[in-house]
């Protein structure tokens, strides 16, 4: 089955820098990479993904890249705001499979 | 007009009692699933259902039986609770399609065994 790994575990930024957080996954015939946002206490919200077809991804001040070869994506966050604090997780499904695998999650705590 | 909704959004009994989570989903997907999160915020996925019919079943105990009366629900159904099955517990839906398919949530049902 799909392994996904991600880093780091907690993120602490100031407010304005930008932050990366990284994913590997093992499973090559994984297609589809979705990001989502949790907040405290809510629901885990979609905020971007990348198919296998495209390398990069942009909206606004969120992106994502992914390198097929070296099986990893990662989520880029420019321009950080007090209420980019959340846990962030990556996922990966494979082929036709509907079954999201989750990374660990990052915890990022943006700080004025 | 909540996309996905899940009843009760909270869920505190004993050990040993048996209970259900109800979820609807009204975007017209044909797929949904039942996720735990454990208290370190791990995602799992528990069960998938396309079309009223199992699609994948995880290495869940046989206590937990998920039953789809129709596209739009899928219900989850817990017996003889353990103090172990304390988590929150998401539903989700998504479209049918080529590869993989954006995943809505609903809020979730915090359950809380004592």
């Known amino acids: 089955g799909e392994n996904v790994e991600q880093h780091p575990s907690t993120l602490s930024v100031q407010e304005g820098d930008s932050a990366v957080i990284k994913c590997t996954y093992s499973?090559?015939?994984?297609?589809?990479f979705p990001w989502y946002k949790q907040e405290l206490g809510k629901r885990p919200q979609l905020i971007i993904d990348?198919?296998?077809?495209?390398g990069e991804k942009k909206d606004q001040r969120i992106a994502v890249t992914l390198n097929k070869t070296a099986k990893h994506f990662s989520l880029h966050i420019t321009e950080t705001q007090p209420e980019d604090s959340a846990v962030y997780f990556c996922?990966?499904?494979?082929?036709?499979?509907?079954?999201?695998?989750f990374g660990s999650g990052t915890q990022l705590t943006v700080l004025p | 007009d909540t996309a996905v909704s899940q009843t009760p959004k909270y869920l505190v009994t004993q050990m040993g009692n048996d209970k259900s989570i109800k979820c609807e989903q009204n975007?017209?997907?044909?797929?949904m699933y039942w996720y735990k999160q454990d208290s370190k915020k791990f995602l799992k996925i528990m069960f998938s259902?396309?079309?009223?019919?199992?699609?994948i079943n995880e290495t869940v105990p046989n206590r937990f039986s998920p039953k789809s009366p129709d596209k739009a629900h899928l219900n989850l159904h817990i017996n003889s609770l353990e103090l172990g099955d304390s988590a929150v517990y998401f539903c989700?839906?998504?479209?049918?399609?080529?590869?993989?398919?954006?995943?809505?949530f609903g809020d979730g049902t915090r359950l809380s065994i004592l």
């Open positions: 989700a839906s998504s479209p049918s399609g080529e590869g993989g398919q954006p995943q809505h």
């Open positions: 499973d090559s015939a994984s297609n589809y």
């Open positions: 990348i198919r296998s077809n495209v």
């Open positions: 996922a990966a499904v494979r082929g036709s499979a509907r079954q999201l695998t």
């Open positions: 975007l017209g997907h044909d797929t």
């Open positions: 259902y396309n079309n009223k019919e199992l699609i």
